[in-house]
Structure formats: structure tokens, C-alpha cells
């Protein structure tokens, strides 16, 4: 009987992990979301066009700073939890190597390898010290030790994308504008554009994310809204 010999198949993974484009995506949609319903909280109160610039530039900035912060502990935790895992992996294995090879085919087994073929594996995966901590790092902590995410280009990514998302509904009150129709509309194809981009790494179609997203920001907007409205009426 003869072996087919298949040719070697390569594909891209899309990036799921991590990296920048995660809080980039959704730091825009915060961006819209959140100053879009700000901004109409703020003009459902009442209160003058200037007041309702004023307050969702505020919003921008603050929103901005806040994210990035929330993203950099985010990563650089989930970093520096990774790292010392590695190191007790490191110690582990400098101190009992015969059982940490024997854990790393018992991996195997437990995949599916039968049991001689998952010895060996493991055994020419051992034989060098200096990098067989990679190989446990990956197959027992599943982290790529070489590909660790960034904190600051987490934190850099997000201050951007939410200042880029929270700007739509603050430039038209910027350039002059006074009706609330105009900066609200703009948002909501905004999110429904973002939405559809998301469905791109998801299995959704883009008309669903996209409505998806119309719809939440929308009901977050119409919200704020009602409350300005009630508060505004009040004061
Ligand atoms: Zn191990």
C-alpha cells in the first residue's frame, strides 16, 4: 500500500488572541456608544449647544484615558500572570526533568497519541533544556512565550480607536452644528459599519452584527436620552 504524499498546508489563523486589533474594534464602538449617549443625555436635558460640545469633549477625554488605563492593567496583568507560570514551569523542570517529560506525553496520550509514540515525542522534545520550557509553555499553559500581547500597545490602541469612535458624535456640534438629529444619525451608521467590520472575524454575517450594534447603541442612546430628558425637566 502506498502513503499519498500530501502537500504541506499552511492557512492563517485570525488573530483571536489579542494584540491591537481587539481593543481597537471595540474601543470604537465604546467610543460611539458611550458619547453618542452622553451627548444626547446631556442636549435632552436641555441644555445649550455649547454645554452639550463642552460635555462630550469632557466625555472623550475622559473615556479616552480611562480605557487605555483599564486595558493596559488588563494585558499587562494577564502578562505577568503568563511569565510566572513560565517560571514555575522553568523550576519544574531544572528540578524533576524525568517528570516533566513524563507529563509532557501524558499530554500526548491524552490527545490521542498512543502511548510509545507520546513517550518519544516527548523524549526528543526534552532533550534540550534551554527549550523544552517553550514547548511546555505551550502545551500546558497554552501560551506562546515568544508572542506575548503588549500592554502599551493595548492601552495606545484603545485611547485611539475610543477617541476616534467618541469624536462622530462630537464633530458636528464642534463645526457648529445645534440639532441632535444630525451627530445621533451619524453615529448609528457609524456602529452599524463598525458592527459589520466585527463580523469579518466572527461567524455572523455583517448585516447581523451590524444591526446588532445599531440596535444596542441605539437603546443605550435613546435611554440616556429619556433620563436627560426627565432630569433636565426637574432642574
Ligand atoms: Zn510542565
Given at each position: 500500500m502506498s502513503e499519498r504524499v500530501l502537500p504541506e498546508h499552511h492557512h492563517d489563523h485570525r488573530d483571536v488572541t489579542g494584540g491591537w486589533l481587539r481593543p481597537a474594534v471595540f474601543g470604537v464602538m465604546d467610543g460611539l456608544v458611550s458619547n453618542t449617549a452622553l451627548i444626547a443625555g446631556v442636549a435632552g436635558g436641555g441644555a445649550p449647544p455649547r454645554t452639550v460640545a463642552l460635555a462630550g469633549l469632557a466625555g472623550l477625554v475622559a473615556g479616552a484615558f480611562s480605557m487605555a488605563t483599564g486595558e493596559y492593567?488588563?494585558?499587562?496583568?494577564?502578562?505577568?500572570?503568563?511569565?510566572?507560570?513560565?517560571?514555575?514551569?522553568?523550576?519544574e523542570i531544572a528540578r524533576v526533568p524525568a517528570a516533566e517529560e513524563a507529563e509532557l506525553a501524558g499530554i500526548y496520550r491524552a490527545r490521542g497519541v498512543d502511548d510509545a509514540t507520546a513517550r518519544e515525542v516527548a523524549r526528543q522534545l526534552s532533550r534540550d533544556p534551554e527549550t523544552v520550557w517553550r514547548v511546555h509553555a505551550r502545551e500546558e499553559l497554552g501560551i506562546d512565550p515568544d508572542d506575548l500581547p503588549s500592554p502599551w500597545t493595548a492601552a495606545l490602541s484603545s485611547l485611539l480607536a475610543f477617541t476616534l469612535g467618541a469624536l462622530v458624535p462630537l464633530l458636528p456640534y464642534v463645526l457648529g452644528g445645534t440639532a441632535l438629529l444630525v451627530p445621533v444619525l451619524l453615529s448609528l451608521l457609524a456602529l452599524f459599519v463598525a458592527g459589520a467590520l466585527v463580523s469579518r472575524w466572527t461567524d455572523r454575517s455583517a448585516l447581523y452584527s451590524g444591526t446588532r450594534q445599531l440596535v444596542l447603541g441605539g437603546a443605550a442612546t435613546g435611554l440616556t436620552y429619556v433620563v436627560g430628558t426627565a432630569v433636565g425637566a426637574g432642574v
Open positions: 492593567v488588563s494585558v499587562a496583568s494577564q502578562t505577568e500572570l503568563a511569565r510566572a507560570e513560565i517560571e514555575v514551569e522553568k523550576a
